[in-house]
Structures are given as structure tokens and as C-alpha cells.
């Protein structure tokens, strides 16, 4: 079983007014600190199978064609290893 | 500047009816190895200050304040050094 974590967020270039609003809220509930926010989508997926090369070809291929919109959005893609770490 | 990313996802126990839909998404375009899928939202963020361990802490408030519902959904911090790497 290989656990994957794949994150898809609004590419640098496009306006995402959803995080703007959160950083005004964080902003404005004393964390002066936060300059910028940026809000995605992030899916945790179990697979069957060992091989992680084979898994990342599969979810890149799932992310081209579901879990995002690429004219739009990045995706970018962590294997969870047995061992608990992130690649 | 520091850069973090949160990820915030409901608990295990917590039916989760959006990802159960995008696994069966997965299997019916070919993705028969997908087993378990959870959908959860994620959060970049930008901080002013250079100390890590400072805003791990007011990261954390933020999770609790705003970002999460934590009645029903858990969340994890990384930050990224300016190195550029995952903690």
C-alpha cells in the first residue's frame, strides 16, 4: 500500500480572492504577521501496490485528468514512504 | 519570510462523502489501484519573521482560531526553510 499526498492550488499568476479573504481574517484576529495566503485543495490517497516510480506516474496522471484544472492550478505530489517520511 | 503549508483534513472517523466520490471517480477513468481517498483543504502561507519555532506557534493558533474545525478535522503544519525544504 503506498500512501500519497497530492496538493492543488491556484497557479502564482491567477487571483485567489478565497485566500486573500482568509489572510484579511488572520490579519484582523491579531496575526500581523501573515503576509500572504494562498488556499488549495489537498487529497490523501491510499493505492495498492509497492512501487512508488509507478505510483507517481499514475497520480500525476490523475491529477492531468481530475484532481486539477492545469490551465489554473499546480499540483504537486508527496509519497508517503513505510517508514512514515515524505518524498 | 517564512513559508508554510497546512494541511487540514477531516479525522479518520469522520465520514468523508466528497473523497469516497473523487475514489470512484478514480476507479471508474481506470484508476483501479486507488483504494481510499480523503479531501481536505490546504493553506500556504506567508509570514514575516525568521524564527521557525515562533511561528510554528502562531501557526497553530491560527489552525485552532480559523483554519480548522478541529470538532472534526485534524491539520499539519510544514514549514519550509529558506533552504526550501519540507519540516
Do not use: W
Not at 499526498?5 to 481574517?25: S, Y
Not at 495566503?37 to 501496490?49: K, P, Q, S, Y
Amino acid at each position: 500500500m503506498i500512501r500519497a499526498r497530492v496538493n492543488v492550488l491556484l497557479k502564482e499568476d491567477v487571483m485567489d480572492p478565497q485566500g486573500k479573504a482568509v489572510g484579511e481574517a488572520l490579519n484582523s484576529l491579531g496575526h500581523h504577521e501573515v503576509r500572504n495566503v494562498r488556499v488549495g485543495r489537498c487529497f490523501d490517497l491510499n493505492l495498492t501496490g509497492e512501487d512508488p516510480a509507478a505510483a507517481r506516474v499514475a497520480i500525476v496522471e490523475m491529477c492531468e485528468q481530475l484532481l486539477a484544472n492545469t490551465v489554473i492550478e499546480k499540483y504537486d505530489i508527496h509519497l508517503v514512504s513505510a517508514a512514515g517520511g515524505m518524498s
